[in-house]
């Protein structure tokens, strides 16, 4: 399995702001992900975090409004940009250990 | 069409029967087919594969229908903790990780 944690696990903001969500695995993974789930909405992967390269976005996301760091083999982060309300949603880091991929508690974001 | 497609339910059943669903998938190249449970405000978790030649796990059966392009998930003897959503996820045919999620099925089992 895979112990993961993000930071933070929920937050109110302000339309126009920006927020950053971490996610710390407990050892090395190749892979991670970023995914949104909206209520009652299945998960969207929103990018592939890559270590040493860009994100790979998934159609419908962008790098300006979703930049991504992967600067080591357990760390990566998902920065919210500009949010509006439509942001609202829940964010979860996954990563890929043997074939499964496990998920982190998630982080649930409202935009005001 | 949805790529994956579940019943959204709620399927509400007494406790110790027996209840299955399905879910069907668009793309005829996916290789690689799981059921996640995800439990209200909790992360996704792996329940079990789904093998081509079904599998079962304690009071858990998968089986995957290639022909028709769906795949079910048993549950015998419900327990009050199988109530959860049931996702069911699909690879997306050229990569064994990038996953297509459905909607999930929720399942409330009653006392």
């Known amino acids: 399995s895979a112990v993961i944690s993000q930071k933070p696990s929920r937050d109110i903001c302000q339309r126009g702001t920006s927020l950053t969500i971490q996610c710390q695995v407990d050892?090395?993974?190749?892979?991670m992900f970023w995914y949104r789930q909206q209520p009652g909405q299945s998960l969207t992967l929103i990018a592939t975090a890559n270590q040493g390269s860009e994100a790979t976005y998934e159609s419908g996301f962008v790098i300006d409004k979703f930049p991504i760091s992967r600067p080591n083999l357990t760390f990566s982060t998902l920065t919210v940009s500009n949010m509006s309300p439509e942001d609202s949603s829940i964010y979860l880091c996954s990563v890929l250990r043997t074939d499964t991929q496990y998920f982190g508690p998630g982080t649930r974001l409202t935009v005001l | 069409r949805k790529e994956v497609e579940q019943d959204p339910g709620p399927f509400n059943v007494p406790e110790g029967a027996t209840v299955a669903f399905n879910c069907t998938y668009s793309n005829s190249a996916s290789q690689s087919f799981f059921w996640y449970r995800q439990d209200c405000r909790k992360e996704p978790k792996l329940l079990m594969s789904?093998?081509?030649?079904?599998n079962e796990d304690g009071r858990f059966t998968a089986q995957l229908n290639r022909a028709s392009q769906y795949i079910s998930l048993l549950i015998r003897d419900s327990k009050l903790s199988d109530s959860a959503t049931y996702l069911c996820?699909?690879?997306?045919?050229?990569?064994?990780?990038?996953?297509?999620w459905g909607a999930g099925t929720k399942l409330i089992i009653k006392p």
């Open positions: 789904v093998y081509s030649s079904g």
């Open positions: 996820v699909v690879n997306k045919g050229e990569s064994n990780y990038q996953l297509i």
């Open positions: 050892s090395q993974v190749t892979m």
